[in-house]
Nanobody, 121 residues
Framework: QVQLVESGGGLVQPGGSLRLSCATSGSTLVHYSIGWFRQAPGKEREGVSCISSSDRSTHYAESVKGRFAISRDNAKNTVYLQMNSLKPEDTAVYYC??????????????WGQGTQVTVSS
């Protein structure tokens, strides 16, 4: 069974950093790509970043390129999202998800509960 648990959200000032964690169960990282998504109030959910299970390639939305970095630690069954130079527009609930690839449409069945990130002075 695929289980995903996010942590690491919080309140940070503009320009600050946060690291989100997505703890996964069993052999999830062997079989699934892991994506990070976010949803701001009144907006649709959008894909932020993904790391592939097959070749560990990484993918980013244009809005976060150069500021966010995704990584994985297989020994800890955990995927991280390092977020730097945060902006108020990064404020959202962040979710991790398991999918078959790194197209945003590949993610449909397995989601975490989300963690709130608020960027404000």
């Amino acid at each position: 069974q695929v289980q995903l648990v996010e942590s690491g959200g919080g309140l940070v000032q503009p320009g600050g950093s946060l690291r989100l964690s997505c703890a996964t169960s069993g052999s999830t990282l062997v079989h699934y790509s892991i994506g990070w998504f976010r949803q701001a109030p009144g907006k649709e959910r959008e894909g932020v970043s993904c790391i592939s299970s097959s070749d560990r390639s990484t993918h980013y939305a244009e809005s976060v390129k150069g500021r966010f970095a995704i990584s994985r630690d297989n020994a800890k069954n955990t995927v991280y999202l390092q977020m730097n130079s945060l902006k108020p527009e990064d404020t959202a609930v962040y979710y991790c998800a398991a999918g078959w690839g790194c197209y945003w449409s590949d993610f449909s069945d397995f989601w975490g509960q989300g963690t709130q990130v608020t960027v404000s002075s």
